[in-house]
């Protein structure tokens, strides 16, 4: 698949519901649902670049996870160079992936209890919230897969 529609749940249910998405698929497009491209391995032997309309999707691609060679265009040229190979000729880019320093914490740990109230839309009379929660001063991503 040259091109890959990422999309909401609710979205891709709709185009279920209405025929589009086997227009889409039977068409050549991949339809991914709860998930964004920042966080979809990617078979690097078969995709090295990708091109997007999201200026989002750029950032994350080339910076983050999978530090993938990454432009942004129009829609209608994403599709264009989707479905016409001719467009996408010349040498692969490369992006080479940059080591970073290790960040260390400056926090300890401390195991407690605490007890929080707040004030919930009008439309909730009330709620309780039970949870154990994770406060770092580290960055961590949790990865859907």
């Known amino acids: 698949h040259r091109l ?5 749940r609710t979205v891709h249910d709709q185009l279920r519901a209405d025929g589009t998405s086997d227009i889409l698929e039977e068409g050549g497009v991949l339809l991914l649902k709860d998930t964004c491209p920042e966080v979809t391995p990617y078979n690097r032997d078969r995709y090295n670049y990708l091109l997007t309309n999201s200026m989002k ?3 994350y691609l080339t910076s983050g996870l999978n530090s993938m060679p990454t432009s ?3 829609i209608r040229d994403c599709v264009a160079h989707a479905f016409d190979p ?3 000729a010349g040498p692969p880019p490369s992006l ?3 080591h970073t320093k290790e960040m260390t914490s400056a926090k300890t740990w401390k195991n407690g209890e605490i007890s ?3 004030s919930g839309l009008p439309s ?3 709620y309780e919230v039970t949870a154990r929660a ?3 001063d580290i960055p961590i991503t949790y990865l859907g897969y």
């Open 57 to 59: 999707a750029e950032h």
């Open 96 to 98: 080479e992936k940059s």
């Open 72 to 74: 942004v265009a129009r």
């Open 134 to 136: 994770l406060v770092t």
């Open 4 to 8: 890959w529609l990422f999309t909401s």
């Open 116 to 118: 929080l109230k707040g």
């Open 86 to 88: 001719d467009l996408s």
């Open 124 to 126: 909730q009379h009330s």
